[in-house]
Nanobody
């Protein structure tokens, strides 16, 4: 059974940093992976993604502040978030593997496996 376990969320002041982690169990990261976020009443949006070749993609709103990375040895995905803003407040979800089994969905909500979410709150 595949399980993605996200962690690292918390409450910080604006300008602060957090690093989210997503450990995979029953699954080896080998395909496309991504981080998404969602606030109440809004659709889940793609924040960052990384494909099997290490190519990354970022939402415009986080470009230059967030960095996605992976540690294949630890089978863990990361999201380093710097210069956090109140508008970054959301539940953050990790995701893995294209649901279609073909092209990497990058920032599109088309992944097969999802983590349970970790809350990030940024105070002004």
């Amino acid at each position: 059974q595949v399980q993605l376990v996200g962690s690292g969320g918390g409450s910080v002041q604006a300008g602060g940093s957090l690093r989210l982690s997503c450990a995979a169990y029953g699954y080896t990261y080998s395909d496309c992976m991504g981080w998404f976020r969602q606030t109440p009443g809004k659709e889940r949006e793609g924040v960052a993604s990384i494909d099997s070749d290490g190519r990354t993609a970022y939402a415009t709103s986080v470009e230059g502040r967030f960095t996605i990375s992976k540690d294949n040895a630890k089978n863990t995905l990361y999201l380093q978030m710097n210069s956090l803003k109140p508008e970054d407040t959301a539940m953050y979800y990790c995701a893995a593997e294209s649901a279609s089994g073909t092209a990497c969905p990058y920032l599109l909500n088309m992944y097969k496996y999802w983590g349970q979410g970790t809350q990030v709150t940024v105070a002004s």
